[in-house]
């Protein structure tokens, strides 16, 4: 039987020039850049310098004929502290635009750093959920030029990201404004060949959480369609690859794709409460990394919505995606799940290897839906306080 087609509205609107593929970065001095002095933004880790991409974006710049300052303190779930401090250094520093050199977390402080530059107060001043005071963003942020060196949030293509408030607890999404799409991004795979195993898995499943998340959500549109079943099946069929042998460019390359795909995916729709579990998680425990966050709950949480009949359609075309050619029933997603999952050497992560205990569930399941509760508003089918804690409890071990 023939699918109807959706119907349902939607809104494109997506600004960033994007250069994909190896050897990408070579090209960066070449391009229009939007300021004469950059703060060049990485992690507080040593990848960036020990893999030469620091070296090699200065040398760009110089090319290019720009000034730039580093600012090297970006946690990899970063702090409404650090991205504060990082927005005062590019003021004292007369920085009129911002270089973003690194994964997720630091495409992530980027949009923050950006808007503390040019604003007065703090950053929750312009936090628009939890304990945020939902202020308008006054004055313009800095320009970003975002080179992504992982593939695991597609934050390189969109105007959001996602910071920690240490003293609330809080994980929260910031962002929204159109004016915080990088101007400029650089997606060169070969940036990502030296990111280890582990890590290639847990942003490789986080950019796929994104799409299938985007896929079966309640205001699924064809666009977001488009891109998240695109998505699903770049990353679904080579992220194993890519983890057993990270010299591997073909995959590296397809799931370089798969992320930036996934971040369309999240401008045209949007994520589910998985995320904002997960979230909650890592906001009480800061070591756990987000991916990896959420592999240990995805089993459950799409297991919850299968058992009560939500798409099962969707579902299905989810596992012929990831490559399971004869799949016909919605069960056999989370066989293809737990297969990759298993491929990537994934499949035995521990909450309780993080320090997290069931006794947090109940404080766990009200962060979620008090810090993040307006993803619950994208799930197909409600989710109650209960089901959380449910979904928690059977992702425990």
């Excluded at 997603?333 to 990537?344: H, N």
Aim: proline share 4%.
């Amino acid at each position: 039987m023939k699918k109807a087609f959706n119907m349902n509205g939607f809104t494109a609107f997506v600004p960033t020039r994007v250069l994909f593929g190896a050897g990408k970065l070579n090209e960066l001095h070449k391009q229009e850049l939007p300021g004469k002095k950059a703060l060049l933004l990485i992690s507080n880790g040593k990848s960036a310098r020990a893999g030469g991409y620091l070296g090699r974006t200065e040398e760009q710049l110089r090319l290019a004929g720009k000034e730039w300052v580093v600012f090297d303190k970006i946690e990899a779930n970063p702090l409404k502290t650090t991205v504060e401090e990082g927005g005062r250094f590019a003021a004292a520093n007369g920085c009129d635009f911002i270089v973003a050199l690194g994964g997720g977390s630091v495409m992530d402080a980027a949009k923050a750093v950006a808007t503390m530059a040019t604003n007065e107060g703090d950053l929750w001043d312009y936090v628009m959920a939890g304990t945020g005071k939902r202020k308008p963003i006054v004055n313009d942020p800095l320009p970003i030029v975002a080179i992504t060196t992982t593939a695991g949030t597609g934050s390189e293509v969109d105007q959001y990201g996602v910071i920690s408030n240490d003293e609330t607890k809080e994980k929260i999404g910031f962002g929204g404004d159109d004016r915080l799409f990088p101007v400029l991004a650089i997606v060169d795979p070969e940036l990502m060949l030296t990111v280890p195993p582990k890590f290639t898995a847990y942003q490789g499943f986080d950019a796929l959480f994104h799409s299938t998340e985007t896929y079966i959500h309640k205001f699924a549109n064809p666009i977001s369609d488009m891109v998240s079943a695109t998505a699903i099946e770049a990353v679904g069929r080579n992220l194993a690859k890519a983890v057993a042998d990270g010299s591997d460019i073909e995959a590296r390359t397809a799931v370089a794709f798969g992320n930036t795909i996934s971040g369309y995916s999240m401008v045209y729709g949007s994520c589910m409460s998985e995320h904002s579990l997960e979230h909650a998680m890592s906001a009480f425990h800061h070591e756990l990394p987000h991916g990896a966050g959420l592999i240990m709950i995805s089993v459950a949480y799409y297991s919850h919505f299968i058992a009560h009949g939500v798409c099962p359609e969707r579902f299905v075309d989810m596992a012929k995606f990831m490559g399971m050619k004869d799949a016909e029933r919605p069960e056999d997603f989370i066989i293809a799940l737990k297969e990759l999952q298993k491929a990537c050497g994934v499949d035995d992560l521990r909450m309780s290897d993080y320090g997290i205990t069931e006794e947090e569930f109940d404080a766990l399941a009200d962060n979620a839906m008090e810090t993040m509760g307006g993803l619950f508003l994208s799930d197909p089918k409600e989710l109650s306080h209960a089901d959380v804690v449910e979904i928690y409890r059977n992702s425990y071990k």
